[in-house]
């Protein structure tokens, strides 16, 4: 007998379960390119995992693309492809400095005072301290990933990917060093790239002033502004050409207040006469519109901050501010000289640092850019070509449209933690050195007083190259021969352009060959109102807590099934309950079902006599087999998993098991074979569920498999039972032979009758023990009824001492309620239990339910419905409205 524990305790099984996969291999690949007997020829399936911050704790983000990429992996492992899923994490420069500078600010110190050596040593004792707990966290949930290949994005391969990277992009004239506009984050004090900053909507001033003309005379051009503080770096003013109020003022010039700097008053069709006076100030070295304008009238370009937003040396008095004090500073004094006009409240776009919070400030400083144009363009022809496909297909577009307006990358940072720009300056003759390895002296002069940039790459650098560094890239390694390049690349849509795009851009311009063949994004998840989750709306769900309580499988099926390619998707609580419920009810299945197999007895010498409902459990489980490797195949996997569950709950749970139980008391051969039948269901479906929910599957198989095994049971004898149930062959598509949709039809009447039946007893509120006397009236079914009348009573709750199946209607139904199923007609012997005038009502409104179908039909039918839709789609509503018809005319006859 196979001992199975009475309950699913996901404490005790879970921990095991992952330690014994790893510590057996499973996690590796099969057709190792680095073992002897590899096969190049055969296809591998890989993903490489988007690598989490080395310092993050888990939050509802990565359980979602964890249990989506596992699922992906598990699934094609056991289709038997080789299998890799290469795990990691990211140095995520800004966000893991941050950690340590807060840190550093605790004892009083600063990455300054500590100096750069110390600090990086620094870094990486936070990272050795802190960088295994993501890592750990995704052991938990479930991931089957090959460890033994795990990378970290500062690694010393990756590190010297980054360089070759470099180095080839500069050689090629697609990077450049020089002064831009950028987005600087005074509060990190570091160049943040157009993606890293978040635009919101904020209540600021708009301010009204005059800019009085250079020749004393008093008149004044009036102009507006959000950002009074710029003006100290005004080099012009801007009008329209078209504009009569200021025609007479283009050509001539104006006085910066307070400094008193002269600045010319341009023409330029960029101003908007409707905004504001119509008059713009123009700051070219700190705004990006202004830039282009300076740059089309070759204005000077005043930079007006220090990296700490403190006014410099260009702002007179103001020199030292902070900007916002120098801002109030500013336009007091602009008041006191009559300066100020009005002042008025105006909604604004306000850009602030997506990791620092603090309001970005756009200015001209020297950096490192990559020239976007060519990678774009490359990367935009191989999804063109079909080299990469996006799920779902929508995304493709917004790809397009991004690759058609990018614009130069800044890819500096002046921040210490991260892989250091590879280029080397001169000290004695200003010879600049990029190279792939460390120089030690310059080739030019000779000189060995060389210095590093002291700036850092952007992140996003190194991830760029992630899947194909990962595997050994610039070395033609054995790993990046075979599984380069990888197959499907599966992150969140909000990150498509910080990191797919780049991904594709890299590896097309590197390998020649787009890195993956297929982009699944998935969405944002949200709480049960739609709202985005945070820890300052207290709607934030924590991800270790629930799994706690509730246990991974739980979570991983809530989010999967939850979750379809690109939509947000809303969670609860409640939502993972429900399907802890479910791992529950799974357990309790698999107890029925090995019961029934350890009481299963010798195998019988005749030939099987299956009954309806072990063919009907049969071909909806092929039916169901069929479905979700469609739904797979196409990246719906949220749907496959609704429909097991369906199947399991449903169907198999609340149908085949029922009818099961009077087939296993009968003893002998049936038993036999529906216990046979039962666990060679349980079986297919716990393979099609191990994706989705890993561990309770596994247990569950392994007590099955060795029930089987004791009991001598022929499940699974033709390929024999598998080590474990991550490696065991994923059920393929099953032939339908013919005779499956009868089989399915006449059971779903016997289900239908059923039902009718059990609805009838809820409306009379029936004690559930209370055993009823009906009548089955049919000629068409009589034999279906006959051969399923055990069944129809189990189920329904009669009394089959006198239930009766026969062609003509009972004389006498006095106590009797009428139904009417199909072909079917059910008189229900209800005794005092109710009156005859409230049964005909209940006809009557069945009747008006049937007749608004039957209306509801016809009118389809004969709209362009009936021409456009598919002939098996028409067909089948065709039928129905005939059964609606059939089963109207027979109330109708019970009415009159």
Known sequence: MTELPKTYDFKEYEEKIYADWEGKGYFRPTNDPNKPGHDPSIKPFVIVI??????????LGHPLFVATEDLMIRYHRMKGEPTLWVPGTDHAGIATQLQVEKQLAKEGLTRSQLGREAFEKRMWQWKEQYGGQITHQIRRLGASCDWDRERFTLDEGLSRAVREAFVRLYEKGLIYRGPRMINWSPGLKTAVSDL??????????????????????????PVATTRPETILGDTAVAVHPDDSRYQRFIGRTVRVPVIGREIPVVADEYVEREFGTGALKITPGHDPHDYEIGERHHLALINIMNPDATLNENTGPYQGMERYAARKALWEEMRAQGLVIKEEPYMMSVPRSQRGGEIVEPLVSTQWFVRMDTLARNAKAAVEAGDVAFVPERFTKVFHNWMDNIQDWCISRQLWWGHRIPVWYCQDCGEVIVARETPALCPKCGSARLEQDPDVLDTWFSSGLWPFSTLGWPDETPDYAYFYPTSVLETGYDILFFWV????????EFTGKAPFHTVYLHGIIRDEKGQKMSKTKNNAIDPLEVMDAMGTDALRFTLLVGSTPGNDMNISVKKVEANRNFANKVWNIGRFVISAVDRAGQKPTEEPVWTLPDQWIWARLKQVVNS?????ENYQFGEAGKQIYEFFWSEFADWYLEASKRQLAEGGSRAYFTAFGLARVLDVMLRLLHPFTPFVTEALWGYLKQACLDAGLPVNSRQGWEEALILARWPERMEMEGW????????????DLIRAIRNLRSEYKL????????????????????????VLCDLAGLDPEVTEIRAEKPADQTGMAGLVVDEVEVFVQLADAKDDAAENERL???LAELESQITRLENLLTSPFAQKAPEKVVQAEREKLETYKVSAEKLRARLN
């Open 740 to 751: 499956e949709e009868e089989i399915i039809s006449d059971f779903k009447t016997i289900q």
């Open 767 to 790: 004690e559930p023990a209370r055993k009823l006397h009906a009548v089955f009236v049919s000629v068409e079914r009589q034999i279906l009824l006959e051969s399923q009348m055990l």
């Open 844 to 846: 009557r409104k069945e």
């Open 196 to 221: 890293e900053v978040e635009y919101s909507e904020e209540m600021g001033t708009l301010f009204y002033f005059r800019y009085l003309l250079a020749d004393g005379s008093g008149d004044f051009i």
């Open 501 to 508: 795009a780049r991904m594709i851009m890299d590896g097309v």
């Open 50 to 59: 988007p690598p989490p911050n080395v310092t993050g704790g888990l939050h």
């Open 628 to 632: 979700v490797n469609t739904l797979f």
